[in-house]
C-alpha cells in the first residue's frame, strides 16, 4: 500500500510539474554544439550509440540536461558543455529539440515479435513492466510525465541505456530507479529484441 501511495503522489506531482516554458528560439542559438554527435536538429547522430535527441519530449530533455550539468549523470561526452548554462538555457534547448521531429528507422524482421510482445504486453513471468505503459503504444512518450518518446530512436542507444539501467550506472535522474527495476529484470536476448522494435515505431 506504501509503494501504490509513493507511486500516486509521484506520478501526481511529475504531472503537475511545469513544460512548455522554454524558448525554441534561444534553443536553437545554443544547439549548435549539440550536433557534434548529435547531428543537424538532433535527428541524425554520428553514431548509433548517441541517442536522436529530436522530440523527446521538453520535460523529459530539460531533466536529463540538468541532471547532466549537475553531475548527477555521467556522459563524458559531454563533460563541461553545460557548465555555463542556467536551468533557463537549459530549458531552451529541450524546447527547441522538442520542436523537431525524430526520424522513423527500419527494424530487422529478426526477434521483431519478441520486441513488440515485450514493448506492448511486458513479461508477466519476470515481472517486466509493458513498456508501452509509460511511453504510449505509439512510443510517443507522455510529456507532463516526462517519459521520453522512443519511437524511432536507435537501436543501439536503447541497448545501451537499457544496459546502463541494468548495472546501476544510470541512476541520476528522476524516473531512474523505474528503468532500473525493469532492465535488471530483462535479458540480453529481450534488450536486443525490444530496442530493434521501438528502431522502427510510430
Known amino acids: 500500500m506504501k509503494k501504490l501511495i509513493a507511486g500516486v503522489v509521484l506520478g501526481l506531482g511529475l504531472s503537475m510539474t511545469a513544460y512548455g516554458a522554454g524558448d525554441p528560439e534561444a534553443g536553437e ?10 547531428g543537424q536538429n538532433g535527428a541524425a547522430p554520428v553514431m548509433g550509440v548517441y541517442p536522436k535527441i529530436a522530440g523527446l519530449g521538453e520535460n523529459y530533455q530539460f531533466q536529463q540536461l540538468r541532471a547532466i550539468r549537475d553531475g548527477n549523470r555521467e556522459v563524458p561526452e559531454m ?3 553545460l557548465n555555463n548554462m542556467s536551468d533557463q538555457d537549459l530549458r531552451d534547448l529541450a524546447a527547441y529539440f522538442d520542436q523537431t521531429e525524430m526520424p522513423v528507422g527500419q527494424a ?25 505503459a ?35 550506472e544510470r541512476d541520476g535522474a528522476p524516473q531512474s530507479q523505474i528503468m532500473i527495476d525493469i532492465a535488471s529484470k530483462l535479458s540480453d536476448a529481450e534488450i536486443e529484441a525490444v530496442a530493434n522494435y521501438i528502431s522502427g515505431l510510430n
Open 134 to 168: 509509460c511511453h504510449s503504444p505509439e512510443g510517443k512518450g507522455n510529456e507532463p510525465a516526462a517519459y521520453p518518446h522512443l519511437g524511432g530512436q536507435n537501436a543501439e542507444y536503447v541497448i545501451k541505456a537499457l544496459n546502463d539501467y541494468r548495472s546501476g
Open 29 to 38: 542559438a545554443n544547439a549548435g554544439v549539440c550536433a557534434g554527435c548529435h
Open 79 to 81: 563533460t563541461g558543455l
Open 108 to 132: 530487422s524482421p529478426d526477434g521483431l515479435d519478441q520486441g513488440r510482445s515485450l514493448y506492448k504486453g511486458g513479461n508477466l513471468a519476470s515481472g517486466v513492466a509493458a513498456c508501452a
